[in-house]
T-cell receptor, first 111, second 116 residues
Framework: GESVGLHLPTLSVQEGDNSIINCAYS??????FIWYKQESGKGPQFIID?????DKRQGQRVTVLLNKTVKHLSLQIAATQPGDSAVYFC??????????FGTGTRLQVFP | NAGVMQNPRHLVRRRGQEARLRCSPM?????VYWYRQLPEEGLKFMVY????????ESGMPKERFSAEFPKEGPSILRIQQVVRGDSAAYFC??????????????FGPGTRLTVL
């Protein structure tokens, strides 16, 4: 992906394995968080969200965990597939409705 | 049901020229956000607009950058007298509602600006 550069943290997993992508956020007052997937040459795509009154939320093959004590989010992808290869960003919504994105993690899936 | 549309997808400008980036939000969405993604970085918020109003421009550079979202037509991000450091991908997002708990933002495909 030319838009996200070459120096992002990279997670390499084998097809079929589970992936865990981590993210730290900065604002303890943030109450809504989103995980986005960005494929090469495309805009971010919504994956799953979670509100601060929850610790865990599950979607199809994805689970987001929120630890407010240490301001940490994780995204778990079950049975990772080649189509999951992308850069993943966590984002927090501020009280003024703007998204603050984390650094991003590149997920590479090998056959 | 078209998503967020941005044009052009790729824009090449020489230093000193003007760049105009357009964003048409999803149908029924009246909130538009612009983000910039520099190489090797995540997306950074620039500006949040509703129809005819700038709500939050805290991420906009003080000079050369402006944004509008007129009553009719797309939102426009304008960069005057471009410099090489403006080379980046510019993404637009739109949402239907306001408020953190209901603020799912849908992103367009982006405009990749290259300044020669």
């Amino acid at each position: 992906g030319e838009s996200v550069g070459l120096h992002l943290p990279t997670l390499s997993v084998q097809e079929g394995d589970n992936s865990i992508i981590n993210c730290a956020y900065s604002n303890s007052a943030s109450d809504y968080f989103i995980w986005y997937k960005q494929e090469s040459g495309k805009g971010p795509q919504f994956i799953i969200d979670i509100r601060s009154n929850m610790d865990k939320r599950q979607g199809q093959r994805v689970t987001v965990l929120l630890n407010k004590t240490v301001k940490h989010l994780s995204l778990q992808i079950a049975a990772t597939q080649p189509g999951d290869s992308a850069v993943y960003f966590c984002a927090e919504i501020t009280n003024t409705d703007k998204l603050i994105f984390g650094t991003g993690t590149r997920l590479q899936v090998f056959p | 049901n078209a998503g967020v549309m941005q044009n052009p997808r790729h824009l090449v400008r020489r230093r000193g020229q003007e760049a105009r980036l357009r964003c048409s939000p999803m149908k029924g969405h009246s909130h538009v956000y612009w983000y910039r993604q520099l190489p090797e970085e995540g997306l950074k918020f620039m500006v949040y607009l509703q129809k005819e109003n700038i709500i939050d421009e805290s991420g906009m550079p003080k000079e050369r950058f402006s944004a509008e979202f007129p009553k009719e037509g797309p939102s426009i991000l304008r960069i005057q007298q471009v410099v090489r450091g403006d080379s980046a991908a510019y993404f637009c997002a739109s949402s239907r509602y306001q408020g953190a708990s209901r603020n799912e933002q849908f992103f367009g495909p982006g405009t990749r600006l290259t300044v020669l």
